[in-house]
């Protein structure tokens, strides 16, 4: 299979395409979808008021909007990407392929011509896909791009949210900056689908803040990689991120990128895999809290191995060294800028030194949740973890409801806080993994939409009560039987 022809969605067939989009627009004709809308209209001081408002448009979004729409809810996406850039795949993510397997089945809800492999197949046939091995990362963009587009999904793009504002009279308050100025919003549910960053940011050691800005970034910034010709690299971690941003360091002219790693080994074994089945993607939010907090804290604790691909993509250069049991004690900015590390295996001169220390969740820099954060409940405020046992995301992580609603830590404190759901990775320490990775984010999407479409339900009750009683459509039009005379002997 030629490579470019396999992940260049410009080499596509039409007719392929053609023949999916015909097959989707089939099978959601079969089911009756989307479904009819149900939920009454709701003004507030005369602006009109939208069911659901979901901020961000990457798969986690998407995936949720499309489950709504399926149960007949009326919903926006609200992203504040240009439009086919949501997400990490085409800004800031690096690898060459995704690491999920090709067979997962992703936000295609249940509907088979919805999945990769059929939008891969459409394209370029059974053969190609059999000779896949794992998805090219720029190809699964294009892929959601199509997603976005079969599935007509309102998405807003270029809305930066700045504020979201519960109030007591049923609504949040979304204020929002766009193009044509800033705005508001008013809706009565808004889900937080914002990434694997959604409740935060960068995690950064304290050696960050010694060094000038411009001598490093963490891997996810945006970055001109370009700009590392010939320049001395280091690379903070081990993980999946550190392989990433070596390795394009390398592609792009670096002179020498050392990974400096404090664990003697890499772990070898990715032990989330080991959760991946239905029993915990359905059971997790059932589990007491102490077998929810043991399950998150040793997957954590055990770490995630980079991908077998990206760290060969690493040692296929001479000039890449991998610093295993190094860590740094501190580091002194020479007059032209350059960097020397003291390790504890001696001195490291850098021109540039990378981040690749994943992601926490801190409330500080994501100013738009100011008006919430001090209200959220979580999981430090309700659970205490055995000696030995802490882990600061998880005790950072929200305390989630059964639909991902946001709990208050003082009841009454801000009414209508529980209106707003986190559909994002900070809600699996409550429901597990099912709001933002690739395995299991159809699951998460119905749940979310299932438990949403109750809530509303039993919120406007007087309103489908009164339905109820005031249809009037017969079944029976009163000639379809005569009466009989007969009478039963006495």
Same mark, same amino acid.
């Given at each position: 299979?030629?490579?470019?022809?396999?992940?260049?969605?410009?080499?596509?067939?039409?007719?392929?395409?053609?023949?999916?989009?015909?097959?989707?627009?089939?099978?959601?004709?079969?089911?009756?979808?989307?479904?009819?809308?149900?939920?009454?209209?709701?003004?507030?001081?005369?602006?009109?008021?939208?069911?659901?408002?979901?901020?961000?448009?990457?798969?986690?979004?998407?995936? $949720?909007?499309?489950?709504?729409?399926?149960?007949?809810?009326?919903?926006?996406?609200?992203?504040?990407? !240009?439009?086919?850039?949501?997400?990490?795949?085409?800004?800031?993510? %690096?690898?060459?392929?995704?690491?999920?397997?090709?067979?997962?089945?992703? !936000?295609?809800?249940?509907?088979? $011509?919805?999945?990769?492999?059929?939008?891969?197949?459409?394209?370029?046939?059974?053969?190609?896909?059999?000779?896949?091995?794992?998805?090219?990362?720029?190809?699964?963009?294009?892929?959601?791009?199509?997603?976005?587009?079969?599935?007509?999904?309102?998405?807003?793009?270029?809305?930066?949210?700045?504020?979201?504002?519960?109030?007591?009279?049923?609504?949040?308050?979304?204020?929002?900056?766009?193009?044509?100025?800033?705005?508001?919003?008013?809706?009565?549910?808004?889900?937080?689908?914002?990434?694997?960053?959604?409740?935060?940011?960068?995690?950064?050691?304290?050696?960050?803040?010694?060094?000038?800005?411009?001598?490093?970034?963490?891997?996810?910034?945006?970055?001109?990689?370009?700009?590392?010709?010939?320049?001395?690299?280091?690379?903070?971690?081990?993980?999946?991120?550190?392989?990433?941003?070596?390795?394009?360091?390398?592609?792009?002219?670096?002179?020498?990128?050392?990974?400096?790693?404090?664990?003697?080994?890499?772990?070898?074994?990715?032990?989330?895999?080991?959760?991946?089945?239905?029993?915990?993607?359905?059971?997790?939010?059932?589990?007491?809290?102490?077998?929810?907090?043991?399950?998150?804290?040793?997957?954590?604790?055990?770490?995630? !191995?980079?991908?077998?691909?990206?760290?060969?993509?690493?040692?296929?250069?001479?000039?890449?060294?991998?610093?295993?049991?190094?860590?740094?004690?501190?580091?002194?900015?020479?007059?032209?800028?350059?960097?020397?590390?003291?390790?504890?295996?001696?001195?490291?001169?850098?021109?540039?030194?990378?981040?690749?220390?994943?992601?926490?969740?801190?409330?500080?820099?994501?100013?738009?949740?100011?008006?919430?954060?001090?209200?959220?409940?979580?999981?430090?405020? %309700?659970?205490?973890?055995?000696?030995?046992?802490?882990?600061?995301?998880?005790?950072?992580?929200?305390?989630?409801?059964?639909?991902?609603?946001?709990?208050?830590?003082?009841?009454?404190?801000?009414?209508?806080?529980?209106?707003?759901?986190?559909?994002?990775?900070?809600?699996?320490?409550?429901?597990?993994?099912?709001?933002?990775?690739?395995?299991?984010?159809?699951?998460?999407?119905?749940?979310?939409?299932?438990?949403?479409?109750?809530?509303?339900?039993?919120?406007?009750?007087?309103?489908?009560?009164?339905?109820?009683?005031?249809?009037?459509?017969?079944?029976?039009?009163?000639?379809?039987?005569? !009466?009989?005379?007969?009478?039963?002997?006495?």
């Amino acid at each position: 299979m030629d490579n470019t022809q396999a992940t260049t969605s410009s080499a596509a067939s039409p007719a392929g395409l053609a023949a999916l989009e015909a097959r989707v627009r089939q099978d959601l004709e079969w089911l009756a979808l989307p479904g009819k809308s149900w939920t009454p209209t709701v003004e507030r001081d005369g602006v009109p008021v939208i069911d659901v408002a979901i901020i961000g448009g990457g798969q986690a979004g998407m995936a $949720a909007s499309v489950a709504l729409t399926h149960l007949g809810i009326p919903n926006v996406i609200y992203d504040q990407s !240009p439009k086919d850039f949501e997400g990490p795949w085409a800004t800031t993510a %690096r690898m060459e392929t995704l690491r999920s397997p090709k067979t997962l089945t992703g !936000p295609a809800l249940g509907f088979p $011509a919805l999945t990769f492999r059929a939008w891969f197949e459409a394209q370029f046939g059974l053969a190609a896909w059999e000779a896949l091995d794992k998805i090219p990362r720029l190809q699964w963009m294009d892929y959601l791009r199509w997603f976005r587009r079969v599935m007509h999904l309102d998405v807003r793009n270029e809305h930066r949210v700045l504020a979201v504002q519960p109030r007591a009279d049923g609504v949040v308050e979304l204020r929002l900056r766009a193009p044509a100025g800033d705005t508001t919003v008013l809706a009565r549910r808004v889900v937080v689908a914002t990434g694997r960053d959604g409740l935060g940011g960068a995690s950064l050691p304290p050696l960050a803040a010694q060094l000038p800005r411009e001598r490093w970034a963490h891997s996810s910034d945006v970055l001109d990689y370009a700009s590392l010709k010939g320049k001395r690299v280091g690379v903070i971690g081990g993980g999946s991120s550190a392989m990433d941003s070596a390795a394009t360091a390398l592609e792009q002219g670096a002179a020498r990128v050392d990974l400096l790693i404090r664990r003697q080994e890499l772990p070898r074994i990715n032990k989330g895999k080991g959760s991946g089945n239905p029993g915990l993607v359905n059971g997790h939010q059932q589990l007491p809290d102490a077998w929810k907090w043991r399950i998150r804290h040793y997957v954590n604790v055990q770490q995630v !191995p980079p991908p077998s691909g990206s760290t060969r993509r690493v040692s296929r250069f001479a000039n890449a060294r991998f610093l295993l049991g190094t860590s740094i004690e501190s580091v002194d900015v020479k007059d032209d800028g350059s960097l020397l590390l003291h390790t504890n295996r001696g001195p490291l001169a850098l021109d540039f030194l990378f981040f690749s220390t994943g992601f926490k969740i801190d409330w500080s820099i994501r100013p738009e949740f100011k008006d919430i954060a001090p209200h959220v409940l979580n999981w430090s405020d %309700r659970y205490t973890p055995p000696v030995g046992e802490e882990d600061e995301e998880l005790a950072d992580s929200p305390y989630l409801g059964p639909v991902f609603e946001f709990q208050q830590k003082t009841p009454g404190a801000l009414p209508g806080l529980e209106r707003v759901h986190c559909f994002c990775y900070a809600a699996a320490a409550s429901h597990g993994t099912v709001s933002g990775d690739i395995p299991a984010i159809s699951d998460g999407a119905y749940r979310l939409a299932q438990g949403i479409a109750s809530l509303m339900y039993s919120e406007d009750v007087e309103y489908h009560y009164h339905n109820i009683q005031s249809y009037v459509e017969p079944e029976l039009e009163g000639d379809e039987w005569t !009466p009989s005379d007969w009478e039963l002997p006495a």
